[in-house]
């Protein structure tokens, strides 16, 4: 719920991969919340890199909100990558490295199971099926909408 109103219902898997909005996204869980440009149908702009993905109907040339689970960056060797960065941060967490990563001027979340220390130049990689898009609210009151039951 966000200021009284229903966001979205469903299990919390669905909510977690699928969130409705920026809201839902950040309420359920750590996310990488990029503001992007959806170019056409399974191709959107994030940070002026184009990344594939698997999202339709959201028209040409479109700003939306994309999601990215920290689980779901995949850093690789820079070369290797879409976008390149380096990291900034690191906590080791038990079962996983939670890194932050600074590329394109956004700082991503970064959990994974491999280490990369602070200072290495890194690639950042995401699986098409991973980046979730979502319509960019024009205001905050747009952000708590009412969902029919």
């Not at 219902?9 to 909005?21: D, K, Q």
């Not at 990558?81 to 590329?103: D, N, P, R, S, W």
Request: glycine share 8%; aromatic share 8%; hydrophobic share 40%.
């Amino acid at each position: 719920m966000n200021q009284g109103y229903i966001q979205q219902i469903g299990s919390p898997e669905s909510i977690y991969n699928e969130p409705e909005n920026a809201f839902v996204a950040d309420f359920i869980g750590d996310s990488n919340i990029i503001p992007a440009t959806m170019i056409e149908d399974k191709l959107v702009s994030i940070l002026g890199t184009r990344f594939a993905c698997v999202d339709t109907g959201f028209g040409k040339n479109r700003p939306v909100d994309v999601v990215i689970r920290p689980e779901d960056v995949i850093l690789v060797e820079p070369a290797d990558g879409i976008i390149q960065g380096v990291v900034t941060h690191l906590i080791f967490k038990g079962v996983h490295y939670e890194m932050e990563v600074m590329a394109g001027g956004f700082e991503w979340l970064v959990h994974s199971t491999t280490l990369f220390p602070v200072g290495k130049e890194v690639g950042i990689r995401v699986d098409p099926f991973n980046i979730q898009i979502m319509n960019k609210p024009e205001s905050e009151d747009e952000e708590a909408v009412i969902i029919d039951i």
